[in-house]
């Protein structure tokens, strides 16, 4: 994995290098070693944005975060980062074994075969009779169970994108979560009460507030 830095009115420290070199490890992990990052960091006044660009010989990811304080805003970036990575690794996945699923007939049509829990019956007639009239079919008794497979283990993904790393007043949580493009944000007021933001299907945020 090549990793390259520009640092645009910042400096780029050991330690925000270290936090992204870790990071960007488990991605490579999920996408594979031929890979190229380039992180970009820009501080302009009080606004620290963090854009990290990870690109293979297939596709490229692109994730960018904003914040108060470089090392948030990095933490994000790397965070939104993996979550692609995951997504596209899941995505890739389910293409593969789908265009596996059906078995192909003749010419490459597929089959259909369709399964029942009642008993088909069956006329069985020997081969290399030139007719089967005037002899009598032998019955046979077919069962096909149905295919109750377990439900697949949900994949679960641990990740602090929806948490805000600071104290923010409603109208900051909103933005953040807007910027962040968040259904679920969590985040705690300036009194340092517990919140969440949840986007309804209607577009309208929802905020919960969690008893102390």
Avoid: W
């Avoid at 999920?30 to 890979?35: D, K, R």
């Avoid at 596709?59 to 805003?73: D, P, R």
Wanted: hydrophobic content about 35%; proline content about 4%.
């Amino acid at each position: 994995m090549d990793i390259e830095y520009t640092g645009r009115q910042t400096t780029i420290t050991k330690k925000l290098k270290t936090m992204a070199e870790d990071s960007l490890d488990r991605v490579c992990k999920i996408v594979g070693s031929t890979c190229k990052v380039h992180v970009i960091l820009t501080t302009e006044k009080y606004r620290h944005t963090a854009e990290i660009t990870l690109k293979t010989k297939t596709y490229k990811l692109v994730a960018k975060c904003e914040s108060t304080e470089m090392a948030t805003a990095l933490h994000d970036a790397l965070g939104k980062i993996e979550q692609q990575a995951v997504r596209h690794k899941q995505k890739t996945t389910t293409i593969k074994r789908h265009s596996k699923a059906g078995a192909k007939g003749p010419k490459g049509k597929d089959i259909a075969v369709e399964e029942s829990a009642e008993p088909v019956k069956v006329s069985v007639v020997k081969a290399g009779t030139k007719s089967s009239v005037g002899r009598k079919a032998v019955p046979m008794l077919v069962h096909s169970f149905p295919s109750n497979s377990p439900l697949p283990e949900p994949h679960v993904v641990r990740s602090i994108d929806a948490v805000a790393m600071r104290p923010m007043s409603l109208e900051e949580a909103v933005k953040e979560a807007a910027l962040r493009d968040r259904e679920v944000f969590v985040f705690r007021d300036v009194k340092g009460q517990a919140k969440v933001l949840h986007r309804r299907r209607d577009g309208k945020m929802e905020l919960i507030e969690i008893p102390m």
